[in-house]
């Protein structure tokens, strides 16, 4: 049984994982990233494997063995500026001129992609049946040609969305906006994220959305199943990360506030200098 693995990109460009790999062999932490540098941000892939951007715009990735993540070629990608693993049936980059690429982790993977150029961010649903979407410069969201226009939304500062396919767009006047459930899955209050006002950043789980405000304190909604939601009492945030079951704030001091599931105690115990957590 493979436990959970919590990755953290330091300050310093390097890696550190928390948890182990293996259950039957609990002493031995996940290493195979652990000579990775100067990166500038990091992802989990599906099955336990891990991807980076450097600060040159390469790309690394890696998957553990026994899973389809072990050999992702990524070698002729350059000038990324993101990568998504929304679906883990393959590892996409968006490069800086907005072009979109992607390695398949699956035989049966097909994913076409000619109609989504000019893109500042991707993101993709989970599937054989995939949803590709990117933001363009302009504010407005791209979609794959296989798929209708799916909202007309203009001037947006950015979007995301829940695993459950819970679409959201935060406007560059810091306002919410609600596009529905694409996968069916509804957890979200419309009524409420409607109304949030001055939000500088959003980043959404699997069923919860989180919202920065300028004045770094926190909003939230969605389901709660595990206390991911009870940010009220915090300030001082500079950063959020919503991922799975649990919220993460960033304070400019390089310490970090957790709410809801927690895989690795560690997180809760230690002050940490980390620029992301996956």
Known sequence: KIRRIVYCLKTDGTLSAFGTYREENPDVSVIEASSWSDLRSIIPLRY??????????????????????????????????????????????????????????????????????????????????????????????????????????????????????????????????????????????????????????????????VALKNDGTVLASGSNKKGECDIDNWSDITKIEAQNYMTIGYRADGSIVIAGENPVAELAETPLTYKYIR
């Open 48 to 209: 336990g494997g891990i991807a980076g951007i450097k600060n040159d715009g390469t790309v690394l990735a890696y998957g553990f063995p026994n899973f389809r993540h072990k050999d992702i070629d990524v070698t002729g990608w350059r000038d990324i500026i993101q990568i998504d693993n929304g679906n883990s049936e393959a590892l996409l980059g968006l490069t800086s001129s907005g072009e979109v690429l992607y390695t398949p982790l699956s035989e049966e993977m097909d994913l076409r992609i000619s109609d989504i150029k000019g893109g500042t961010k991707i993101l993709s649903t989970e599937g054989k049946d995939v949803k590709l979407f990117a933001l363009s410069q302009d504010g407005r969201v791209l979609q794959d040609h296989k798929y209708e226009p799916m909202t007309d939304w203009s001037n947006l500062a950015d979007f995301a969305m829940t695993d459950e396919g819970e679409f959201i767009g935060l406007t560059k006047e810091g306002k919410i906006l609600y596009g529905g459930a694409i996968l069916g899955g509804v957890h979200l209050d419309e009524s409420i994220i409607s109304s949030w006002s001055n939000i500088v950043a959003i980043s959404a789980g699997k069923e919860h959305l």
